[in-house]
């Protein structure tokens, strides 16, 4: 994803990030533009239409490394969980935006209005954690989100996280824009390259296993 630069201007901010918001508006018209602002008002492109769309050749060699159970963290419109849900895997989004929870049960998968930090079903026995589409970002720390996914597996279990396409390491409060109309409120957020990710990762006691870019996005397979 390519950062730009964006407006100078403030719109007022409403009630809670990825609900009542730009993301669940993007959702709901199917489309961006949608982005991540900082106060400096540098913007991260979201890709709103591969996220409602069918999985591509870089989520399917994500779903190639799936097993046994899988928990989605941070599922968004539910692409993935529908794709594993017909490969027969025992698949659960959670996402904290309902809009997305609602979409994923509407493609055929279940998910969850949760976060990844509250009570979750099956702690300690999913087989397989995704932190795709950027998600590694959550909470604005990596190694907390990591710490809270070996929680979440059994032995044995592994987590699949996507890097960003460009080495950086930043931690950094943002807003969703969407160009149209006010911002959703502040919350934390990190962005990872391939490198910071793995070396984020072995601080929190994972070894990474295996890396690989495809269609220009970055993975890695992580085992305790």
């Known amino acids: 994803m390519t950062a730009v630069h964006g407006r100078t201007a403030t719109p007022t901010a409403i009630r809670a990030p990825w609900r009542d918001d730009p993301y669940a508006r993007a959702l709901r018209a199917g489309r961006g533009p949608l982005f991540l602002r900082r106060a400096d008002g540098w913007l991260m492109p979201l890709e709103v239409e591969r996220w409602l769309a069918d999985a591509d050749a870089g989520d399917e060699s994500v779903l190639a490394r799936c097993r046994g159970a899988v928990l989605d963290v941070g599922c968004g419109p539910g692409r993935l969980v529908a794709a594993l849900a017909g490969r027969g895997h025992r698949v659960l989004g959670v996402d904290v935006s309902p809009a997305a929870v609602t979409r994923t049960v509407r493609r055929g998968g279940t998910a969850l209005c949760r976060s990844v930090f509250g009570p979750l079903p099956g702690e300690g026995r999913w087989t397989t954690v995704l932190l795709v589409d950027g998600n590694i970002g959550i909470g604005g720390d ?83």
Do not use: K, N
Not at 152 to 161: D, H, I, K, W
Not at 164 to 180: M, T, Y
């Open 142 to 224: 990596p190694a907390t989100l990591l710490g809270r996914a070996a929680e979440l597996l059994g032995p044995g279990g592994r987590v699949v996280a996507e890097a960003a396409p460009v080495e950086v390491d930043e931690r950094c409060e943002v807003r969703l824009d969407d160009g149209r109309g006010p911002l959703g409120v502040p919350f934390p957020w990190a962005r990872v390259g391939p490198e910071a990710l793995r070396a984020q990762a072995r601080r929190a006691g994972w070894t990474p296993l295996h890396s690989w870019t495809l269609a220009g996005r970055s993975f890695t397979e992580l085992a305790r």
